[in-house]
């Protein structure tokens, strides 16, 4: 079963803020959420993960609400190359636990 | 950062025949690597889940003699595509965590079968 849930599709223009949402209202306590974002025919490219905190890195920004159960990926200025599908997941972080995939949600940049 | 390099990125092989993919962690150690399968317009599908020194495991539904891992040293997973058919046409993909927090993917395998 899926653990999270993200639509399906989003566009976004050229030099706008993408805000991607994703809920997850089964999280677990010890569960992060991380995101990833896949180019047509390239491997998943991790972008940020966080367990309850907000994060930033140099590709986006991460806003997780305080009960956890949904999180907004930011990315600030959205270029033609942001073009993607973008997957949330949550997973325990360490053990070497897997990585299951849901649907995702494929952001169209346009000019 | 840390890497998985993953080769080849496509092969084109003729029906019947076994094609071998590899998966390498090049500046960490990987007790465990994930096997992946996307076709297209689908998300990720976990295969297996390939463990140094010791038998893969399997998700349901994925035959293992048809798909064969093998995780030979702490920085090498192969899997190998056994008697392809064209049916086993997809695109496949590694990763590996790193033990801490992250996990990262190779680049991923085309594989075409004729």
């Known amino acids: 079963d899926a653990k999270t849930t993200q639509p399906t599709s989003m566009d976004c223009a050229e030099g706008r803020a993408a805000n991607l949402p994703c809920n997850h209202s089964t999280i677990s306590g010890n569960e992060y959420v991380y995101w990833y974002r896949q180019i047509h025919s390239q491997g998943p490219q991790y972008i940020i993960h966080g367990l309850k905190n907000n994060e930033t890195n140099e590709m986006a920004s991460l806003i997780i609400t305080e009960d956890r159960k949904s999180s907004t990926l930011i990315l600030p200025h959205a270029t033609l190359r942001d073009t993607a599908v973008y997957y949330c997941i949550v997973r325990v972080a360490f053990n070497n636990n897997d990585m299951r995939f849901g649907a995702g949600t494929r952001l169209t940049v346009k000019p | 950062g840390a890497v998985v390099s993953q080769h080849p990125s496509w092969v084109i092989c003729k029906s019947g025949t076994s094609v071998k993919i590899e998966c390498r962690s090049l500046d960490f150690q990987a007790t465990t690597m994930f096997w992946y399968r996307q076709f297209p317009k689908q998300s990720l599908m976990l295969m297996a889940t390939s463990n140094e020194g010791s038998k893969a495991t399997y998700e349901q539904g994925v035959e293992k003699d048809k798909f064969l891992i093998n995780h030979a040293s702490l920085t090498l997973s192969t899997l190998t595509v056994t008697s392809a058919h064209p049916e086993d046409s997809s695109f496949y993909i590694c990763?590996?965590?790193?033990?801490?927090?992250?996990?990262?993917f190779g680049s991923g395998t085309q594989l075409s079968v004729l």
């Open positions: 990763s590996a965590p790193t033990g801490r927090e992250k996990l990262f």
